[in-house]
Each structure stands twice: as C-alpha cells, then as structure tokens.
C-alpha cells in the first residue's frame, strides 16, 4: 500500500529534462532537444544559448535565465536547484537548457544528483559539446591517423572552492596529443606557461576559436611560443575554445565553414 502511494505521489510532481542544446548553431540542436523546446512548460536555461535558439522557445512556455557568468557566485547554483524543485513540486514539465553538453563542464551532474536526492524524476539528453563543435566548423579534427591518437578536454576555469587545482597542465602532453580547453581565454597566458613547464614543443600548433559554430566565428592561430601575444594583438574574448595539438595545421586545408580571420 505504501508503494502505491509513493507512486500516486510521484505523478503528482513534475519532471526535469537537463538537455544540451549544442555548441550555438540551431541546427545542432537534437531532434529530442526541439520536442521538449515546444513540449515544456517551462525553460530554464543558460547564458551560452543564443537568441537564435531563445527565438525557438514557444510562446505560451514560461522563460527564466538562469545563466552563471564566470566569477559569479557558486551560491548561483542553488537557485538553479530550487527553480529545478519549485516548478517539480508545482506539476510542471521543466526543460534545463545548458550550451553544449551537460556532462562537460555543464553542471549537469551536480544537478541530477539533486535531483535524485530529492526524489525529482529527471532525463538526461546529450548535446553536441562547444570543443567538438568549434573544432570541426575550423576544418580541426580532434583525432587523425597521422597527427593525434589522444585527446584531452580540460576546463581552464576550475571551482574556485578547490584548495588545490586538480588540473596538471605541465604533464597533459606526456598523455595526450591533443587538448582542448573550455573556459581558458582569460587565463591563457597561465595556462601557456604552466603547459611550457612540461615536455612539449615550442611550435606546437594553437588555435583560439571565438563563437564556435556562430556567424561571428573567428580562429586565432600560433604556436605555443606566440600564442599568448597573438591574443592580446588580435583581443581575443570569451566565448572561446582553445585546441592545441598538431591537427591544427589541418584547419588550412579543410576547414569549409566561413568565419572572421584575423588579419595577417
């Protein structure tokens, strides 16, 4: 009997879809993620999806930004959570829109495990996340026979509540053959001298790519040695995906998406 009730009451609460709408461009986003953009009742959703998507939210669905700029609180958070667990309890369909893809460095976790802790009903829908995205509308594949076997996705802005940063720049390329980095423009000229610490190359290939997949792409690219002054030249800003590696060159000879190139 106890079971029957805990059901009957479940039904009662509402469901959250935490969905990754891709890397920008609207016609990246799934086929699931459009279903629940014109199903739910309500979008939750991040600071990362753009107007061209924004336009594609139903009239009659309740919008709320939500979206975390970095440096903001990690407070910021928990209202997230209690949005996610006020519109649950109120019956309502609840769509969690998040750039790219929720499991990379989209929060997605954290917000399932509350969820779960609260006893919330929740489906998970993978989006296309911005370092895939960025790189193959640069003509930059990740992987390649000849060039790379191995490939890192790293953040370049870790929990500022960490005691200890967890990511080892100085050692990533004795593991790895190439690394992409989210989040790591403002720290570029840190992360670049901490990776000079370990076993790499100074003319490892770079490529600093704004607004990946978007109208306003632009790739800056250098080598380990001038990529940091290459930068400041050319105002490099957020949004920005960095890959380095040496399937960068390739981005010369396949890329096939047009965007901004800084001058030469």
């Not at 990511?167 to 980095?181: G, H, P, Q, S």
């Not at 704004?210 to 050319?234: A, F, H, P």
Request: with cysteine.
């Amino acid at each position: 009997m106890s079971k029957t009730n805990e059901t009957d009451k479940d039904c009662n609460l509402g469901k959250i879809f935490i969905c990754g709408a891709g890397p920008g461009d609207p016609k990246l986003l799934t086929i699931r993620a459009i279903e629940l953009i014109n199903e739910s009742d309500v979008i939750l959703y991040d600071r990362l999806i753009g107007k061209d998507i924004i336009e594609l939210f139903p009239e009659r669905a309740e919008k709320v930004y939500v979206g975390r700029n970095i440096g903001d609180p990690t407070t910021h958070q928990n209202k997230t959570n209690e949005l996610m667990l006020e519109y649950a309890k109120k019956g309502k369909q609840v769509l969690r829109l998040k750039g790219g893809d929720p499991f990379i460095f989209g929060r997605g976790g954290e917000e399932a495990e509350f969820l779960r802790l609260n006893n919330i009903r929740f489906e998970i829908i993978p989006g296309i996340t911005s370092g895939i995205g960025a790189a193959i509308y640069s003509g930059i594949p990740l992987t390649h026979r000849k060039y790379s076997s191995s490939v890192a996705f790293v953040t370049g802005h870790e929990d500022p509540e960490k005691k200890t940063p967890i990511v080892k720049w100085e050692r990533l390329f004795d593991a790895v053959d190439t690394v992409v980095i989210y989040m790591g423009t403002e720290k570029l000229e840190t992360i670049i001298d901490n990776i000079r610490k370990g076993n790499i190359n100074e003319k490892t290939k770079v490529a600093i790519i704004e607004n990946g997949t978007l109208s306003g792409q632009r790739i800056i690219k250098g080598e380990i040695s001038d990529i940091v002054q290459k930068s400041r030249d050319e105002n490099s800003k957020p949004p920005s995906i960095i890959i380095i590696g040496e399937t960068v060159t390739l981005s010369d000879i396949i890329r096939w998406y047009p965007q901004s190139d800084p001058a030469p």
